[in-house]
């Protein structure tokens, strides 16, 4: 759906005081490198050893220790949002959100998760191994493991594909496309109860977190040689590395308002009807709970010129001429 506002509804930007501070941002391939750094995502190939958090400690303060130099009158970034906790020994695909985008930071649970995953059989795998595995490529229940950080209480999660992609003596090889929140070591284990022969997690690789995969992926080395020489003058390794937080949304609807009606979201309005330009793709049906039962989609709104104003949940239809189209869940002007 692709519309134009006219003159007198809240698309308007004649409204707009232009000897005002203006909250938007300009679009993501025209930001300058501390726009960047402040409002960006890195794909962070996690090594074994470090904690997560730690990780993240470590993105925070090279970049404010580059903002000092290529930017000292600015501010520096209050923090880091990474797309869910790995162990310390499991490595992969960690996106990490940096300063004003760590606002966005659900947007990873919106996607699904993929890791390979060794498991180590008690026992000699029986001769229906393949097939008992499949079983449970379905909803599952989970309880969290006593270590975790969020409540043990059981829970559902959905194995959207499980693949056996090799089997040597008594270790598997796992591909494992899951919703987020599962926990794979649980899985593992259950397969060996399955089994009859008892199993136990090895080693373990996040090889994507939608929409990021591991072909793209950065280890920290990059990001800081990058920060080094962009405080040199060439920027063009940190583009690579450092992307714009725009592309952490990709895998959303996507709403496009007009800026003034953007400019109303950084104030705390929702999205009106008059201020949607498009929705692209158009979600089935505003106010319709989606498939996890969260209640209406959530979206991201973008201004004509692709950069983000916010998230929200489609609580109207964009082809509405009034009413209230996008709620709002986080502000990102």
């Given at each position: 759906m692709t519309r134009h506002t006219d003159d007198t509804d809240p698309g308007d930007d004649s409204a707009t005081d232009p000897g005002e501070d203006d909250p938007l941002r300009p679009p993501p391939e025209a930001r300058s490198v501390p726009e960047l750094l402040r409002f960006g995502v890195v794909n962070?190939?996690?090594?074994a050893g470090p904690s997560s958090h730690q990780l993240s400690a470590w993105v925070r303060d090279a970049i404010n220790e580059s903002l000092a130099t290529l930017d000292p009158d600015g501010p520096p970034i209050d923090g880091v949002a990474h797309a869910g906790t790995l162990d310390p020994k499991v490595t992969g695909c960690l996106p990490t959100l940096t300063g004003d985008a760590t606002r966005a930071a659900q947007v990873?649970?919106?996607?699904?998760?993929?890791?390979?995953?060794?498991?180590?059989?008690?026992?000699?795998?029986?001769?229906?191994?393949?097939?008992?595995?499949?079983?449970?490529?379905?909803?599952?229940?989970q309880k969290p493991p006593r270590k975790s950080a969020v409540t043990?209480?059981?829970?559902?999660?959905?194995?959207?594909d499980l693949d056996v992609l090799e089997v040597d003596d008594r270790q598997a090889l796992l591909r494992i496309r899951c919703e987020s929140g599962t926990y794979v070591r649980k899985l593992c284990h259950d397969i060996g109860l399955a089994t009859?022969?008892?199993?136990?997690?090895?080693?373990?690789?996040?090889?994507?977190?939608?929409?990021?995969?591991?072909?793209?992926?950065?280890?920290?080395?990059?990001?800081?040689?990058?920060?080094?020489?962009?405080?040199e003058g060439d920027d063009t390794l940190l583009r690579e590395v450092v992307r714009p937080a725009e592309d952490a949304l990709v895998h959303l609807p996507s709403v496009t308002i007009a800026p003034s009606a953007a400019r109303n979201v950084a104030t705390g309005a929702p999205v009106y009807a008059p201020g949607?330009?498009?929705?692209?793709?158009?979600?089935?049906?505003?106010?319709?709970?989606?498939?996890?039962?969260?209640?209406?989609?959530?979206?991201?709104?973008h201004t004509p010129d692709g950069a983000a104003v916010c998230l929200g949940r489609l609580v109207g239809d964009p082809d509405a001429e009034s009413g209230v189209v996008v709620s709002l869940e986080r502000v990102l002007v």
């Open positions: 962070v190939d996690k090594p990873f649970l919106e996607g699904s998760k993929e890791y390979v995953s060794v498991v180590e059989l008690h026992g000699s795998p029986p001769a229906d191994f393949r097939d008992v595995v499949a079983e449970f490529e379905a909803e599952i229940y043990r209480r059981l829970r559902t999660r959905t194995i959207h009859g022969v008892g199993a136990h997690m090895g080693h373990l690789r996040r090889t994507a977190t939608d929409p990021f995969d591991d072909r793209d992926l950065r280890p920290l080395q990059d990001l800081v040689d990058a920060l080094a020489w962009a405080e949607v330009i498009d929705a692209d793709p158009t979600p089935d049906e505003g106010g319709e709970d989606d498939d996890a039962g969260r209640g209406p989609p959530l979206v991201a709104c």
